[in-house]
């Protein structure tokens, strides 16, 4: 008896499979998002969403996946389960980038033709405050308390700190020229923003929120105006950062600690984007020129595959 039941065992934990990672990528253009199964690194599908959908980000449940259109103005919310949208609220106007308080219930969105970023429930699209900030405000980041909100101005070369309790800005910090998205390490000390115009990243101290380091790309054979770096991520750990270079259609690896590049490893066209898998073993480069992600093996520095997704891919997420 007790051999059978060692034998059931064994057989169920064979025959239960692992969880599946699945990776989702907005469209610019064909108003969906792509799916994408890891194991296989093959597109399985697509989901519709409203129009021009843009920056993709999961709920605090990871149960839904929120998607910003910019030109139907709406916040549009995916059931990962069924994949298909379960509630549109309204956004403001043109929403591109957007980040939600720690609890899920607020969502600070930037408006550019505004220049201004909005507080909004995020269970009824009801505009709670509007902050003032500099011209063409894009990347909007959290702080891991949820007190403040980070909003990059493209126009003034700023990062806008705004206090989320008064809901004014409690410091405009000088970066470089247009910056675009952020990260913050993993440790909670610092805020990465990529220079999209200056071939660099700044990093500020949360701290005293200033500016205490800056990492400048520059790549054989390319010119510094080509290398336009957009999406950052950084490893769990907070050892590695990760910057899609823009027009220089590279990737690079930056070791956190020395500040260093380590590698630049070539993608597609404007690699935009990015955002490593679960075991960070894999980070996905979202090509916004050529239509298509590319899968690069972490640990070899080296594009592994090219897969084709929707028209002007923008945002990428990826779930279990």
């Not at 799916?35 to 959908?53: N, Q, W």
């Amino acid at each position: 008896m007790r051999n059978l039941v060692a034998l059931a065992a064994l057989t169920a934990a064979i025959v239960v499979p692992a969880s599946a990672q699945t990776a989702f990528i907005s469209s610019e253009k064909d108003n969906s998002l792509a799916v994408i199964d890891l194991k296989t690194l093959a597109v399985t599908g697509t989901v519709p969403t409203c129009k021009r959908a843009r920056h993709v980000q999961l709920t605090p449940d990871r149960k839904q996946i929120m998607v910003a259109c910019t030109d139907s103005s709406q916040l549009d919310f995916i059931d990962i389960a069924t994949r298909k949208s379960v509630r549109r609220i309204p956004f403001g106007e043109e929403p591109e980038a957007f980040d939600l308080s720690p609890d899920g219930k607020v969502a600070y969105v930037s408006n550019e033709d505004e220049a201004s970023a909005s507080f909004i429930d995020a269970a009824s699209g009801k505009v709670l405050k509007t902050v003032k900030v500099g011209e063409e405000p894009e990347g909007v980041k959290v702080s891991p308390d949820g007190k403040r909100v980070f909003v990059t101005s493209e126009v003034a070369s700023m990062v806008h700190v705004i206090d989320t309790a008064t809901a004014k800005v409690e410091k405009n910090i000088a970066v470089g020229k247009r910056p675009r998205r952020m990260a913050i390490t993993p440790d909670g000390k610092e805020l990465w923003i990529t220079n999209e115009l200056d071939a660099s990243v700044s990093i500020v101290s949360l701290a005293d929120l200033s500016v205490k380091d800056t990492i400048r790309f520059s790549l054989k054979g390319a010119r510094a105006e080509d290398i336009t770096p957009v999406g950052v991520t950084i490893s769990a750990d907070g050892k590695r950062a990760f910057v899609g270079l823009g027009k220089a259609n590279h990737v690079a690896f930056v070791d956190v600690a020395t500040r260093k590049v380590t590698h630049n490893v070539l993608v597609g066209k404007r690699a935009w984007n990015v955002a490593l898998d679960k075991s960070e073993s894999k980070l996905l480069v979202v090509n916004g020129m050529s239509d298509d992600v590319t899968v690069v093996d972490v640990a070899a520095a080296k594009a592994i595959k090219s897969i084709p997704v929707g028209r002007v891919p923008y945002g990428v997420v990826i779930v279990e």
